[in-house]
């Protein structure tokens, strides 16, 4: 199994809203990601776990919550979000961080604010 | 800073033309190298790595692309591209530096006219 789920695949919400997204994998990788994609644009990394701890912030703004309950899965509290937080958000995963490891991608969660 | 590039943001091939996506990186120190696509619509797929040995990477789908450290370089080649091929191509690479974590090139948007 080489696969990364995310969910849910599309989600709409209004700028008062409290959502989450949800990632799972299950090929024992101990690091996961979450990244922002705008159209055309290349993923930009958000937050990085390394064993279930958050070790990388890239100054994401406090409305962008994440969390990993253990080390299968990730969520992306979301809160008081403004349009133009609109995009695709992937959730990445590989064995360890930094050199000689590759990310395995999900679908992506394509969030739409309004 | 570290980074990955990619000069060629939208490159147009009729079907059975050969490809060259150009990638280069700024960092001289250990670099891991990847490539990338994403179909329209989904999500992001490797193509291809690159860890050490081989500087000849060969990939899924009939890609490649070559390492060459005194040029800085990891251009992404198929001899005969299909309409089946087009997509966005990203260039990605971990470099040993203080981030050592993913970054990606700007993409390349590849159009194959049947």
């Known amino acids: 199994d080489t696969e990364v789920t995310q969910t849910p695949k599309h989600l709409v919400m209004g700028m008062t809203n409290k959502k989450s997204l949800k990632c799972e994998q299950h090929m024992g990788h101990r690091a996961m990601y979450w990244y922002k994609q705008k159209a055309k644009k290349p993923p930009e990394l958000m937050f990085v776990?390394?064993?279930?701890?958050?070790?990388i912030n890239e100054s994401v703004p406090s409305r962008f919550s994440p969390e990993c309950p253990n080390s299968s899965l990730l969520n992306l509290h979301l809160h008081a979000l403004q349009p133009e937080d609109s995009a695709l958000y992937l959730c990445?995963?590989?064995?360890?961080?930094?050199?000689?490891?590759?990310?395995?991608f999900g679908q992506g969660t394509r969030l739409t604010v309004v | 800073a570290q980074s990955v590039s990619q000069h060629n943001h939208h490159v147009i091939l009729s079907e059975a033309a050969s490809l060259e996506l150009g990638c280069n990186y700024s960092y001289g120190g250990t670099v891991n190298l990847f490539w990338y696509v994403q179909y329209p619509g989904q999500h992001l797929q490797l193509l291809l790595k690159?860890?050490?040995?081989?500087?000849l990477v060969k990939g899924i789908k009939g890609f490649e692309a070559e390492f060459i450290k005194s040029k800085f370089s990891f251009n992404l080649r198929k001899p005969s591209v299909q309409w089946s091929d087009t997509a966005e191509y990203f260039c990605a690479g971990t470099l040993s530096g203080s981030a050592r974590q993913l970054t990606f090139g700007s993409g390349t948007q590849l159009t194959v006219l049947p």
């Open positions: 690159y860890f050490s040995g081989d500087p």
């Open positions: 990445a995963s590989s064995q360890a961080t930094g050199l000689w490891t590759e990310a395995f």
């Open positions: 776990y390394s064993y279930e701890k958050l070790s």
